[in-house]
């Protein structure tokens, strides 16, 4: 593995999620593999579990991490080609990335979209830049458009339950709930990527008019605008908010009645619930369902460990 930015970097789903449960047996089992390596983790945006399990797996590794709040503590960077830097932007991603690439031996990003221009977002400039200029593996800790190292997590997290209930091909749900703000689409992209490329579940989105996602990443996937269809004998059922991608980054309803709520969870097989968290209570998630027997929201959180040993062992592996 060069760089880890989405499913087509992950080989092997399975043997990569089979690896992040055996490093949850043993945490400690490669903890010289990345001895004398740093890892440096770039923030251009806030983060808690992203940042927080980084940290630890590459520490169970072995390898040191150095966090850098690049969005509020560093010189603001540009990232279009050939800039006129008269404005508000400090220094060309070009100078920077290749000093990142001569402190570190990885380097991890988290960046957001603007949800102002699509295009721009759907381009993925920023991490394609630190790709171009900063000359060693760059592992996305969520991008514009996608959350590969969620996504990992989820299949860990649905693979995990299917080996407790021997669920053989489970009904995944992911099914978009209410927010105040509009919200990038990149957990609900990603999530949708990965489990199309699992190809081990039947997999139903359920959304508002309106709400459709990138085909990219929803293809393959049942799409209702029926949220009790939808629930309808899930195994597991994924809750996200998104705004609006057509009409782009726009929220145009908070329906309430989008909110899961235990009622709704009766016509489920009694799925259990994931959310990557933040999660607005009584907004997205009730109460009732966060503190409730079917969520599995705390275990999927502190899972993101693992994900991350697993993708930083492989980078390490591959690239010496
Ligand atoms: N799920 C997730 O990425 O959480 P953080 O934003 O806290 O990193």
Request: hydrophobic fraction near 40%.
């Amino acid at each position: 593995m060069k760089h880890f930015i989405s499913v087509h970097d992950a080989g092997n789903i399975d043997a990569l999620a089979q690896k992040a449960l055996a490093y949850k047996a043993n945490p400690f089992y490669d903890k010289t593999l990345g001895a004398n390596k740093r890892i440096g983790c770039l923030f251009l945006n806030p983060s808690m579990r992203t940042r927080l399990s980084t940290q630890v797996a590459a520490q169970n590794l072995g390898m040191e991490a150095i966090i850098f709040n690049v969005g509020s503590e560093g010189w603001a960077l540009e990232f279009e080609e050939e800039a006129i830097m008269s404005g508000t932007t400090v220094e060309h991603v070009k100078d920077a990335a290749p000093v990142f690439g001569n402190y570190f031996d990885i380097l991890a990003i988290r960046t957001f979209p603007s949800l102002k221009n699509r295009e721009d977002d759907y381009s993925e400039l920023y991490i394609k830049q630190f790709i171009k200029y900063a000359g060693i593996p760059v592992v996305s800790l969520e991008s514009a458009t996608l959350h590969p190292l969620q996504s990992l997590t989820d299949i860990i997290t649905i693979t995990e339950e299917m080996q407790k209930t021997g669920i053989e091909r489970p009904r995944i749900v992911l099914s978009w709930a209410p927010h105040v703000k509009p919200l990038p689409q990149c957990v609900a992209n990603s999530f949708s990527q990965w489990i199309n490329a699992w190809g081990k579940a039947d997999f139903v989105i359920t959304h508002p008019e309106d709400y459709e996602l990138s085909e990219e990443f929803t293809k393959g996937a049942t799409i209702t605008h029926n949220q009790d269809e939808a629930l309808k004998n899930a195994d597991f059922v994924y809750v996200k908010n998104w705004s609006t991608f057509r009409d782009y980054g726009k929220i145009y309803e908070s329906d309430p009645k989008w909110m899961l709520t235990n009622q709704k969870l009766q016509l489920t097989n009694n799925a259990k619930v994931m959310h990557c968290l933040p999660v607005r209570r009584n907004v997205e998630l009730s109460d009732e369902i966060l503190d409730g027997p079917n969520s599995i929201i705390t275990r999927e959180a502190a899972n993101r460990v693992w994900a991350a040993q697993a993708v930083l062992a492989e980078i390490l592996k591959t690239n010496g």
